[in-house]
């Protein structure tokens, strides 16, 4: 069973700096990699998708790494801003056909003004 | 504007009843799924459908039902027989096979 980890759950950061977010996966037969963000009490908003043949997105100040034989994927966030404050999630899709997506419980971002 | 669409935003329901939930989009997507999420997890997979007269069970389907009469709506209905409603309700949206899944703005269901 796929099982997906985002450590830290929160991470305060002060504006301007770069920051990283780490997403781990245990079964490295995945088809993609999405990345959302979630402001409190609000839907998700995509960011990034990353195909399992893929190496890296990128989307203005975000990019997004994958690694798939050490089930890992990072999201560089680049001059971090106040508005990046939101919670970021990542889920992996399992394989071509399957339409199921498991989700992290999120890490948590506050930017400090 | 294209997306998706979730009524209501708030929802409150007393024990033994019935509720249903709407989720409304124009994006022609041909798959549309429900997810629940508590605070503290990650978000899972209750019902999906891929296309109109179609769906399968997800994680947690049980006290759940759903229906997919049109291809722009997905409406989800929480049973009494659902131990543990009271959750943040999310729809979703996707190209078939493509896996990127876009979300609409969410419903909070609470029971009294």
């Known amino acids: 069973k796929q099982e997906v980890t985002q450590i830290p759950a929160a991470l305060s950061v002060p504006e301007g700096e770069n920051l990283v977010l780490n997403c781990s996966f245990t079964d490295s037969a995945i088809y993609n990699l999405q990345w959302f963000r979630q402001d409190p009490g609000k839907g998700l908003t995509s960011l990034l998708l990353?195909?399992?043949?893929?190496r890296e997105q990128t989307s203005g100040r975000l990019n997004a790494s994958l690694d798939k034989s050490s089930g890992r994927s990072t999201l560089y966030i680049a001059a971090s801003q106040p508005g990046d404050s939101a919670t970021y999630l990542c889920a992996v899709g399992k394989d071509f056909g399957n339409e199921k997506l498991t989700f992290g419980t999120g890490t948590r971002l506050t930017i400090i003004p | 504007d294209g997306g998706i669409t979730q009524s209501p935003k708030y929802l409150f329901r007393k024990e033994g009843q019935n509720v249903t939930l709407s989720c409304e989009q124009n994006?022609?997507?041909?798959?549309m799924y429900w997810y629940r999420q508590d605070p503290g997890q990650g978000l899972r997979l209750i019902y999906y459908s891929q296309i109109v007269n179609d769906f399968q069970k997800g994680d947690i389907a049980e006290g759940y039902s759903v229906s997919r009469e049109k291809k722009e709506s997905f409406p989800l209905t929480v049973t009494s027989a659902q131990k543990n409603p009271t959750a943040f309700y999310l729809c979703?949206?996707?190209?078939?096979?493509?896996?990127?899944?876009?979300f609409g703005p969410g419903t909070r269901l609470t029971v009294l």
């Open positions: 979703a949206s996707s190209i078939p096979l493509a896996h990127e899944q876009f």
């Open positions: 990353i195909q399992s043949s893929q």
């Open positions: 994006l022609n997507h041909d798959a």
